[in-house]
Nanobody, 120 residues
């Protein structure tokens, strides 16, 4: 399984971030797999953002759920993250990854990550 993320590298505060993750070598609808987004701000640890499951159900970090949405395109085998009203604190490398069984367990396959910088 391979995952590849992409999106705009630079945004201004208050804009909406949109990232896409393409999954190769496995279907996003395969039973019991969850497809999550994890980010790492500069100099900090990993932060789980949210995940979308094989049936389309979503789970979000409580601190981000009021401005985050996950969706999927099963025909393209892609998942998308949207984050509204970004601030410089959203600057991070964003990863998509796969988890088996639940949305907050161990993620076994990761994309290479995409840098997102929020700056005026």
């Amino acid at each position: 399984v391979q995952l590849q993320e992409w999106g705009p590298g630079l945004l201004k505060p208050s804009q909406t971030l949109s990232l896409t993750c393409a999954v190769y070598g496995g279907s996003i609808t395969t039973n019991h797999y969850y497809w999550g987004w994890i980010r790492q701000p500069p100099g900090k640890g990993l932060e789980w953002v949210g995940a979308i499951g094989y049936s389309g159900g979503t789970n979000y970090s409580p601190s981000l759920e009021n401005r985050t949405s996950l969706s999927r395109d099963t025909s393209r085998n892609q998942v998308t993250l949207q984050m509204r009203s970004v601030t410089p604190e959203d600057t991070a490398v964003y990863f998509c990854a796969r988890c088996l069984g639940n949305s907050t367990g161990t993620y076994d396959f990761w994309g290479q990550g995409t840098q997102v910088t929020v700056s005026s």
